[in-house]
């Protein structure tokens, strides 16, 4: 119940185009979902994050479609760009104040954007 | 404005042997936490600390591991007598304060091989 199943495993996609990342999860206990980008050699960093009251965030090329009834959430990145290319993880975070770094991690996404 | 220092880099054991991995949150972070990503996985978290506190555990292995973050000084994650499945790469991630969407910031990471 506390999973996050992230697809797909790995994503080759061409310069200029869309990349789309989805997680969905069990646990409604849920009440935040962020993304973090993390390229070889690195930790992982913070690229955008949603809570469960809002159906969509865009920040600049990226954006969080949240569908709360079918308890997914996907990661769209616009125009996507060979810097784009690295491994992607969708996350959740369990409600409670003591809860704040807890996260629950999906198994990641390699995306691969080609020039 | 240093972010989150990890050290070693990398770390080489043969087993049996202790690991030390050490962690500096960032600059006015009193909030610590440690997660560990197996090859091709997400991460999983395993400890939560604050400042002379263990907060949280519960990823944590029940045998050899062990961990701390004293009133000065970096956190420490030891683990005892290493065996080859614990080679993997242990994070270490702060933040500001336990409430609301307080981001949280990762280190490079601890790569440790257990030969």
């Known amino acids: 119940q506390q999973q996050v199943k992230q697809s797909p495993q790995s994503l080759i996609v061409q310069k200029g185009g869309i990349s789309i990342i989805n997680c969905a999860y069990e646990n409604t206990a849920f009440d935040y979902f962020p993304w973090y980008q993390q390229f070889p050699g690195k930790g992982p960093a913070l690229l955008i994050a949603?809570?469960?009251?809002?159906s969509e965030k865009k920040e600049g090329r990226f954006t969080i479609s949240f569908n709360k009834s079918a308890k997914q959430f996907s990661l769209h990145i616009m125009d996507s760009q060979p810097g784009d290319s690295a491994t992607y993880f969708c996350a959740a975070r369990i409600h409670g104040s003591s809860n704040t770094g807890k996260l629950i991690f999906g198994q990641g996404t390699t995306l691969q954007v080609k020039p | 404005n240093a972010g989150v220092m990890q050290n070693p880099r990398h770390l080489v054991r043969r087993r049996g042997q202790e690991a030390r991995l050490r962690c500096s949150p960032m600059k006015g972070h009193s909030h610590v936490y440690w997660y560990r990503q197996l090859p091709e996985e997400g991460l999983k978290f395993m400890v939560y600390l604050q400042k002379e506190n263990i907060i949280d555990e519960s990823g944590m292995p029940k045998e050899r591991f062990s961990a701390e973050f004293p009133k000065e000084g970096p956190s420490i994650l030891r683990i005892q007598q290493v065996v080859r499945g614990d080679s993997a790469a242990y994070f270490c991630?702060?933040?500001?304060?336990?409430?609301?969407?307080?981001?949280?910031?990762f280190g490079n990471g601890t790569r440790l091989t257990v030969t």
């Open positions: 949603i809570r469960p009251d809002v």
């Open positions: 991630a702060s933040s500001p304060w336990t409430i609301g969407n307080s981001p949280l910031h």
